[in-house]
């Protein structure tokens, strides 16, 4: 009995680590405790009587960023804890697309072939597209998934003299929203089943022969993975990026972009921040309610409570009328108002000087910068980084 028992469980399959590409990130150990532990080399190790039986293999592979979990047996398709329906009439929209040519570059980026590799002043930079399209695979049709890609989790990492990219299918979250749910399980029932669709892929990049001290990556909501390798250690230290940045922490609630001053930010699964019009402000992350939003030093930008949230003020004494601050203000929260002065001043009792309407104020510091008599401040208790190089670039590019 006890070999054929052994002899069914081999069949079934059974999980193993690699140490050499286990990062310790517990993923496996947090999800799957009948099978592995984390041992004291800090590395994934699997449990001597496992329980392989009670999980979908797949989904147990799948859960590691790095492929280091190993199955002896056949990976059937993933679990999903949607059902999905059929869609009536999908298979005339099929034979519209069954034959059509396949998009090469979304091909590579489905396997991690499309980078590039740069060498710049102190760093080497690697960019590598991921995927945005959905392959027009037949059951893309029948199960009606979308055919903009939702997004993949990435993870970065060195091997010796190359970097290795992870890419993978963003799981389902028990906190997603029901239609974020339905959309990740028909693209999830997708992968595996076609040679052009992959649910992950690791690629490793060749490096210039260098003595790299260090890296920094970003990967944003349109599917751009940027790392940069420095071989300078001041230059790491002291880098910052061009924008501020959202992070998958995001939860599309939206607060972010109705409060940019610049319309720099767009919606989707997660916000992006458009770069070339982020003035690194910081409001956004003031905000936002959800702790996902880093500034150009790579630090999260602390939110403030909605009552401490402090808005622009405008001292009297100083304002002369000049309205360069109503004009840039983008939420039409400042106006000029006519005030009377005492009767003994020696100046005309009448003049007009600036006016904050502070509900419409959001603390984005455009009229504070503007002002040539720093006559209005926004006297936040966290001062971010001046902003006012950003902004100028921001207004002589035509914005």
């Keep these: 009995m006890a070999e054929t028992a052994l002899e069914e469980t081999v069949s079934a399959g059974i999980f193993d680590v690699d140490p050499v590409l286990c990062i310790a990130c517990d993923a496996c150990c947090d999800d799957f405790p009948e099978i592995f532990f984390m041992g004291g080399d800090e590395k994934a190790h699997t449990l001597d009587d496992q329980q392989a039986e009670l999980h979908n293999a797949r989904t147990v592979v799948d859960i590691c960023p790095t492929e280091a979990i190993g199955y002896s047996g056949e990976l059937p398709p993933a679990e999903l804890t949607v059902e999905l329906e059929e869609v009536d009439g999908w298979e005339a929209e099929w034979a519209r697309h069954r034959d059509l040519p396949e998009n090469r570059i979304e091909r590579d980026r489905r ?29 893309r049709f029948r199960y009606g998934a979308p055919a903009i890609m939702p997004g993949y989790n990435v993870h970065v990492y060195r091997t010796e003299n190359r970097l290795a990219i992870t890419g993978w299918v963003k799981p389902i979250s028990p906190s997603d929203k029901t239609d974020v749910k339905t959309t990740k399980a028909q693209i999830l029932a997708l992968t595996h089943t076609s040679s052009s669709f992959p649910g992950r892929f690791t690629t490793e990049i060749p490096l210039p022969e260098q003595d790299f001290v260090g890296f920094k990556e970003r990967h944003d909501a349109h599917g751009l993975v940027r790392v940069l390798l420095f071989t300078d250690r001041a230059k790491m230290d002291a880098w910052q990026w061009n924008a501020h940045f959202i992070t998958t922490d995001c939860t599309s609630c939206s607060i972010c972009e109705r409060v940019c001053p610049t319309n720099a930010i767009t919606g989707g699964e997660r916000f992006f921040i458009d770069p070339n019009l982020c003035i690194n402000c910081s409001v956004c992350g003031v905000y936002c309610p959800f702790d996902a939003i880093d500034d150009s030093r790579e630090e999260l930008v602390p939110k403030i409570k909605p009552k401490q949230i402090p808005k622009a003020l405008v001292h009297d004494e100083l304002c002369t009328g000049c309205e360069f601050c109503v004009s840039v203000c983008p939420f039409d929260a400042i106006a000029m108002e006519s005030i009377v002065g005492p009767s003994e001043h020696p100046l005309p009792q009448t003049s007009t000087i600036a006016m904050v309407t502070s509900k419409l104020c959001t603390s984005c510091k455009l009229c504070e910068q503007v002002c040539i008599k720093d006559a209005i401040e926004v006297p936040r208790p966290h001062q971010f980084e001046d902003i006012g190089m950003s902004f100028m670039s921001y207004v002589t590019d035509g914005h």
Excluded at 113 to 139: A, H, K
């Design 111 to 139: 396997y991690g072939l499309d980078f590039d590799v740069t060498q710049e002043d102190g760093y080497v930079e690697v960019s590598l597209n991921m995927p945005t399209i959905v392959p027009p695979v037949r059951d």
